[in-house]
């Protein structure tokens, strides 16, 4: 290979990671994008808003003008009253809905929830933490198959799911916007095997489908909001610069929701910008050092919980 290749290879690989870095602090200057998906009488489809952030979501999309579906598994828990807005709600068991023997059931469900609705916008929020039930952090050897099977069917099979059977609400309500909550574990978590792995999942769906809905002229956009620590019920922690309380990842979610991805960047990024950095930082290193990084930082935590 030339010198000339050699610098025009050069070139070509600066010019990249300074349009990437460009598309990536300008996309935090943009305002919002949501209120081109509210439409008169418009409907939003929150996922896991029992508490904590989906809770925070369904909240916030009331005071911007959605009527809200709240899904979740606790009738009581789901029992909100938001001045000036319609909410209905889904009851649904995320983790075994979508089983053989209770598919049909759960289809009728959704189908009577959506029929009569203009439904332009759906935020998969719910999930099963890394928490639930062995502890933080723990060898995948320490599962047992009942608690690897809830963990994929209520992170993967209830999103695919789900988003499989609205799809044609979404095409005829266009434009619509899905939102996928994501994770920064998607970075490949030892001791978070599952998890970590189901919000990898996560991702390469949200592109994928974006990807094929562009490709169908459907005017259904896609988007994978990768978040960091988030202070829930579910999951409490000390707030900090990186840890946001459930309200706050709320808002900046629906900030940025619609304009992940602008100039033709990737349809996944972190809405809260100190968590864009840190998954910037990470993703920017060889996969040895991020690895000998997380390894490191996650055995201390591993040893905490036994």
Same mark, same amino acid.
């Given at each position: ?45 929150? $996922? ?14 009331? *005071? ?10 606790? !009738? ?25 023997? *209770? ?92 998890? *970590?792995? $189901?919000? *990898?999942?996560?991702? $390469? ?30 999951? !409490? ?57 997380? $390894?490191?930082?996650?055995?201390? @935590?591993?040893? @905490?919980?036994?």
């Amino acid at each position: 290979m030339t010198l000339f290749s050699f610098l025009t290879l050069g070139y070509l690989t600066a010019l990249t990671f300074l349009l990437r870095f460009a598309g990536f602090i300008s996309s935090y200057l943009i305002p919002s994008k949501l209120p081109r998906y509210l439409h008169p009488g418009s409907w939003a489809i929150v $996922t896991g808003s029992t508490s904590g952030l989906g809770l925070a979501l369904a909240t916030a999309l009331c *005071s911007r003008g959605f009527n809200v579906l709240l899904h979740g598994r606790d !009738p009581e828990k789901l029992q909100r009253v938001f001045p000036d807005r319609e909410c209905e709600i889904l009851l649904l068991d995320a983790a075994s809905c979508f089983s053989p023997e *209770s598919y049909e059931s759960s289809q009728t469900k959704i189908h009577d929830a959506v029929t009569g609705k203009n439904v332009s916008l759906l935020i998969n929020n719910v999930g099963i933490g890394h928490s639930i039930p062995l502890g933080n952090f723990r060898p995948l050897e320490s599962h047992t198959p009942a608690s690897i099977n809830v963990l994929l069917n209520a992170n993967i099979t209830f999103m695919t799911h789900l988003t499989y059977l609205l799809l044609p609400t979404f095409s005829s309500a266009t434009p619509s916007l899905i939102l996928n909550i994501g994770s920064v574990a998607e970075l490949a978590m030892p001791y978070l095997t599952v998890y *970590s792995a $189901t919000k *990898s999942y996560m991702s $390469t769906f949200s592109k994928a489908l974006d990807a094929e809905m562009r490709a169908e002229g459907k005017g259904v956009r896609v988007e994978c909001m990768v978040l960091g620590d988030v202070d829930t019920p579910v999951h !409490p922690m000390e707030r900090s610069l990186s840890v946001l309380s459930a309200e706050e990842a709320a808002g900046w979610v629906l900030e940025r929701a619609g304009g992940i991805g602008m100039w033709g960047g990737e349809n996944i990024g972190a809405p809260y910008w100190f968590h864009g950095v840190l998954w910037w930082a990470c993703r920017a290193q060889p996969w040895w050092a991020l690895r000998a990084g997380i $390894t490191a930082n996650l055995r201390e @935590k591993v040893r @905490k919980d036994k």
